[in-house]
């Protein structure tokens, strides 16, 4: 499974990022074209951060392994649930479950400042996500994750 993911704090704009690269309401699969493919990639695409819509990292493996797809885009929060940190936790718990499933992390956008001590060679920031124009941001993440 390659992973592509968006880490961001309330209103960073994450789900509007998400919603602007695939025109997912709220989870769907998609396909699409990588800069280097000649075929589309069928990508699952889940808008809102997983704590946010309580949903713990094993369910969402679950989720995705249901949907047939051979890729998944997804949100999460850089930091754990206060009301349940144990179920729900920081961005960094969710990629460690991703990479303990077998799972690829082939991109991270970071929107605004706060990362959540994610360290990746394939994280990028994008520190004016939440004031830019919509369309910049997805356009730079777009370019982020080498999709068309």
Known sequence: MDAYIVIGNANTRKASVVRSLTGCFNRSVREILLLDAAAPMRLYARV???QDTR???ADFVDEVARS???AVLCCLSPNSRLDEPGVYPGA???LDHFTAAGWKLRSIAVLGQNHG???SPVLRQFH???TAPINVTARDV???FRWQ
Do not use: D, E, M
């Open 117 to 119: 001590g994610v360290r």
């Open 128 to 130: 004016l996500a939440p």
């Open 48 to 50: 809102g951060s997983l």
């Open 92 to 94: 960094q718990a969710y």
């Open 68 to 70: 047939r797809c051979l």
């Open 55 to 57: 949903t713990a990292p």
């Open 142 to 144: 777009r370019a982020h």
